[in-house]
């Protein structure tokens, strides 16, 4: 947790908080494959600017925050002032380069004030019972997340869990562990549900873009023409549903179609 205790308006709080987590988590002997650094780069008079102030930035044609590792960049988050490609990369690698002496204080504060390193290890998983519950449950589980009505498919899916306890002796003398066996089920749900998306199956509760974008297209004896648009998801954190509601609004314009409304 980073509290911003006191406040200098010219400096963002943001690269202080990143550089001081890095230090808390690289002291706190926990596991972590840091330590990591931050800075922000500014460019001004065609030069590069570390950690530019807010004045700074008025005057900057690039706003660009980099956090990285001793052996690479790990986030990058920026705008320009249609800045070229080599400018753009130049300044993630001079901030890259820039970081290192934050990383170098973190390493030596560890080295006075670091905690012992936990030894910890995951728990071992019980093979045999991922592979029983996946004989148990897998088929019927395809099936479910087939279901596009919420409801129904929630209750086929308790049904499923509720025979897969009953089946593997959760609760009885000498079972398995209700928690282990819930973590099976959850990531055997994941990968079902994550393969059928990767296999190119519709959505489960059946939402496609098309719903969206159909009510503003004119009329067939307006605009007598086939249409087709494809939104391809080549990336995603959020909705790509609504993604390819406004990329396909933005598409039917760009080609010509009148459609009635934006959307």
Known sequence: ????????????????????????????????NGPIGACRVGYVDGQYVLNPTMTELKASALNLVVAGTEQGVLMVESEALELSEDVMLGAVTYGHEQMQAAIQAIHELAEVAGKPLWNWQPPAKDEALVARISELAGSELREAFRLQQK????????????????AVGVGKEGGPDA???????????????RGQILDGEPRIDGRLAKRALAASLPAQ????????????ITESNGSSSMASVCGGSLALMDAGVPVKAHV
Request: glycine share 2%.
């Open 179 to 193: 928690n282990a066996v819930k973590d099976i089920c959850f990531t055997l749900e994941s990968a079902i549900v």
């Open 221 to 232: 004896a307006d605009f007598g023409y086939s249409i087709r648009v494809v939104s391809e």
């Open 151 to 166: 409801k129904a498919r929630s209750e086929a899916i308790d049904a499923i869990w509720k025979r897969v306890f009953e």
């Open 1 to 32: 947790m980073a509290t911003v205790m006191s406040l200098n308006p010219e400096v963002d709080s943001d690269i202080p908080a990143m550089i001081a987590v890095s230090a808390a988590l690289t002291i706190s002997g926990i596991p972590f």
